[in-house]
T-cell receptor
Framework: AQTVTQSQPEMSVQEAETVTLSCTYD???????LFWYKQPPSRQMILVIR??????QNATENRFSVNFQKAAKSFSLKISDSQLGDTAMYFC????????????FGTGTQLKVEL | NAGVMQNPRHLVRRRGQEARLRCSPM?????VYWYRQLPEEGLKFMVY????????ESGMPKERFSAEFPKEGPSILRIQQVVRGDSAAYFC????????????FGPGTRLTVL
């Protein structure tokens, strides 16, 4: 079975600081894609960043970057220069290349950015 | 370009009634996905459809739940004889054809069963 574990139910960070959200996953497959989604209070799911497992280079999207450790099956998200608008629930997820495009999500980390 | 549309946003049903949730994908998207989010949990995959075709329904409960994506019109998730445990947020997403293309999510329908 494919699973995603987010061990930090809640985190907080001061505005302008950096925070890292952890994610580990379990799959016996070798080819997959990893994602971080953000769900603000509006509940709209928004894609933050995406990583192809076959790429060694970590993905970066403005203030968001990942630390992808394939051997450890770890996929953490780093948010730099945190802003109040980053307050949201963050979900880690993956798709297997042979898995029919279905996303498997973790249980989420609630991030609160404080003044 | 309008995003993924879902309606209604909120739906209240009594036990035993039917719930119909609608999803209009983004323009040009022919793939639709339904996910369910129970309180305090992540989203769980339910079903993946193309026009007039169910690709993967491995996450659908065996009874009372069905989904369709007709040639014309929105995708429909139908829940018959709802029970309290069906109370959840139901999200629809759409994508272009292809492997692992970005899934764009709608705002969700919050179903409450009394």
């Amino acid at each position: 079975a494919q699973t995603v574990t987010q061990s930090q139910p809640e985190m907080s960070v001061q505005e302008a600081e950096t925070v890292t959200l952890s994610c580990t996953y379990d799959t016996s497959e070798n080819n997959y894609y990893l994602f971080w989604y953000k769900q603000p209070p509006s509940r709209q799911m928004i894609l933050v960043i995406r990583q192809e497992a076959y790429k060694q280079q970590n993905a970066t999207e403005n203030r968001f970057s990942v630390n992808f450790q394939k051997a450890a099956k770890s996929f953490s998200l780093k948010i730099s220069d945190s802003q109040l608008g980053d307050t949201a629930m963050y979900f880690c997820a993956f798709i297997l290349t042979g898995g029919g495009n279905k996303l498997t999500f973790g249980t989420g980390t609630q991030l609160k950015v404080e003044l | 370009n309008a995003g993924v549309m879902q309606n209604p946003r909120h739906l209240v049903r009594r036990r035993g009634q039917e719930a119909r949730l609608r999803c209009s994908p983004m323009k040009g998207h022919s793939h639709v996905y339904w996910y369910r989010q129970l309180p305090e949990e992540g989203l769980k995959f339910m079903v993946y459809l193309q026009k007039e075709n169910i690709i993967d329904e491995s996450g659908m409960p065996k009874e009372r739940f069905s989904a369709e994506f007709p040639k014309e019109g929105p995708s429909i998730l139908r829940i018959q004889q709802v029970v309290r445990g069906d109370s959840a947020a139901y999200f629809c997403a759409s994508s272009l054809p292809g492997l692992a293309n970005e899934q764009f999510f709608g705002p969700g329908t919050r179903l409450t069963v009394l």
